[in-house]
Every structure is written in C-alpha cells, then in structure tokens.
C-alpha cells in the first residue's frame, strides 16, 4: 500500500512554528533594554500558559488530563522547574548580554547535547558519524563564541555566552527527563503543566529576588511586546507543532527544528543590524551541521 504524498502546505505550520521561535531572540533582545529578564522570563510563561489553555480548552483536550496518574502528574508539573523557570532565566540573562545571533545559535545546540545525553544517560548507541557531529558542533560553539578573536577580552560576554549553553543544557535535559512521559501521555498537556509550574516558580523568584516594582516603568511598547513574544513563541507554536508531529513522517517534521537558528540569524541581521567576521558563520555551519548530524544519525 503505497502511503499518501504530503502536500508542501502541510508543512506550514511547522514553518510558523520556527519562525515564532526565531522571532523570539531578536524581539528579546529589544524588551531587555527596559525589562529585567527574571520579568520577561515570566510574563512570557504566564502569557503562554494562558494562550495554551484556551487552546486546549476550545479543542476538548483538557479532559485528556483526568488519564494522567498522579505520578506522571507530579512528574510534569516537575519538569516546569528545569524546562521552562530555569530555562527562561538563562537564556533571557544571556540575550541581555550578547547578540541575539550569538544567542541563538548557543542555544541550538541542546538538539546536539539532547543526542549526547541520549548516548550517556538512555543508553543509546553511539556511531562515529554522530560523535564527529557532536565534536564539530562543539568546535563551532568556540567558533561562535570567540567570532571575534581567541581571547577572554575579544568583546564578546562570556558571561552572558556560558548562561546560554546552561540553556541548552536546561532544555536538553527536559526533554531527556521528560522522554518517558510524554510516551505514554499526551505530549501537550504534559507542556502545559510543566508551563504552569514554571510559571509559578519564576514569578516567585521574580517576586522574592527583584519584585515586580520595575515594571511599571517599561513602557507600553514593552508590554505589548511580551505579550506577543508570549502568545507567538508558546501559545500559538507548541500546538501547531504538536499537532504536525501527529499528522506528518517525524523525521520530516523534526528536520524543520534546525531552521530556528538559521532563521533568528537572519531576523537578528534584518531587525537589529547584527553582522559578525566570518568565524561567526562558519562557527554556526559546523553548529548546525554538528546538530543535524548527531541527532539524525543513529
């Protein structure tokens, strides 16, 4: 039984879904001249909460919540802590020190460091072409983050540099965690939990460590901004994401994720100006090459 072709348009939302992933680091970059990023981290998350629970209560999805045992309920809202509090800190903390771009292409590489924990911790098989992947996508991150000379002053933040390759490893490890879970549960409601504990727990730091004070002096540009970067980058993209992932061949939509990069580099040159030396670049082809090697190889 030959399987039916897959129109072009199919693949759109998958599209969108990265374009509102890549759209995030520069649009970021611009709300952290005037937003602290413990606040952006959470009014991002609370805003996505929101935008993702009117989707799943307008679809009927939120009945699939009384299947979760209270293990695997636990286990979700757990996930928030490290899959989107931490996460968002970091790299939010980072964008406010380095270039969008640079940030964007550090930040890729959890796909790579998912494939090497997947190795480590889940026992799978390690090939050479995915350690050659692994070992050049490490290469182009030195690449990236000394684009402008081998040296610890080559104006780059480090800092900010090292906040972001924490992100990758934050969200690499969510994903690893959460491997099992989302198997054996509806992957979106997982999401959503692991969103509202996340939500929870950052506005609570943002409230303990700094208070919400600063806020008031943003500027309604801001604000409308966050509410965008909230709406676009979790509440509209995660169920577009995950409802291709359903319909289309995996290894035909997951290809779509190494885009994200590709395109944030891109909106960082057309909105912000950024333009780097050529080790930027060829940092962030091995990057990408490294990422699409380890992770499609088995």
Known sequence: MTQKPVSATAYLPLL????????????????LKTVHPFHLGAINLIVGFIVLLAYLAATGRLRLLGRFSTADLL????????????????????LSRIPASVNAVLVSTNIMLIALFSV?????????????????????VALVTFNRG????????????????LAAVSFAAYTILGKRLVER??????TSLALFSGAVLLTAFSAVTIGFA??????????????????????????LWFDRLKRLPASRASAFIYLTPVLAVILSFLILGEHFSWPFYLGGGLVLGGVVISSSLR
């Open 120 to 140: 480590i911790f889940l026992r799978e098989r390690v090939t050479w072409a995915r350690a050659v992947g692994i070992i050049g996508a490490f290469a182009g």
């Open 16 to 31: 969108v879904s990265c374009l509102f992933w890549a759209l995030g680091h520069p649009v970021g970059r611009i709300i």
């Open 150 to 165: 081998f040296a610890l002053n080559g104006g780059l933040d480090l800092t900010g540099c090292g906040f972001s390759l």
């Open 75 to 94: 286990s979700s809202l757990a996930l928030g802590a490290v899959g989107f509090a931490l996460y968002q800190v970091l790299t939010f903390s980072a």
């Open 185 to 190: 549960n509806d992957p979106l409601i997982v």
């Open 214 to 239: 600063p806020l008031r002096s943003a500027g309604g540009d801001a604000w409308w901004l966050m509410i965008l970067l909230g709406a676009t980058m979790i509440g509209i993209a995660y169920p």
